[in-house]
């Protein structure tokens, strides 16, 4: 299990694009279990539909990339702060399934498909209580920063 404060040292990510809160599971070159609270005073929403908050398709993506990110770093032993990055390199077979509103707890979830030569890919989803919210394959590249 992961608290923000571990998350960070994981992503460079910060306020307000930090978007993973809490990691619940994690087993190393396999897969990882994260959440993200959405919450009515995202900055997202003062521009996304500000009379009707949905938080964005891209923002739930980058989300998953983000768990996925933590489970390449994790896996490969590595830090951001090591000068390390993992960029977002390609995204497949993209599915919104439901709307994710304030009060939504956003579960994510990445498994690793592969990984070569410094890209990896990733089976990603993200649901609210048990529903599919969101699903795609998310492909991340290593990089020396």
Not at 61 to 76: N, P, R, V, Y
Not at 80 to 91: E, K, T, V
Not at 101 to 128: M, N, Y
Request: net charge negative; proline share 5%.
């Amino acid at each position: 299990m992961m608290d923000v404060n571990e998350i960070r040292q994981y992503l460079p990510h910060r306020y307000p694009f930090l978007l993973v809160d809490r990691v619940v599971e994690l087993v190393e070159g396999e897969s990882i279990v994260a959440y993200k609270n959405i919450t009515v005073n995202e900055d997202v929403f003062n521009g996304h539909f500000p009379d009707f908050p949905v938080f964005p398709g891209v923002m739930i993506l980058e989300a998953m990339a983000q768990a996925s990110g933590i489970l390449g770093f994790k896996t490969m032993d590595k830090k951001p702060q090591d000068g390390s990055i993992y960029l977002f390199a390609g995204i497949d077979d993209v599915r919104f399934k439901r709307q994710v509103i304030p009060g939504d707890r956003l579960t994510l979830e990445s498994k690793v498909v592969s990984s070569k030569r410094g890209i990896w890919k990733f089976s990603c989803q993200a649901t609210v209580d048990g529903e599919l919210a969101a699903s795609a394959t998310i492909l991340c590249a290593d990089r020396k920063v």
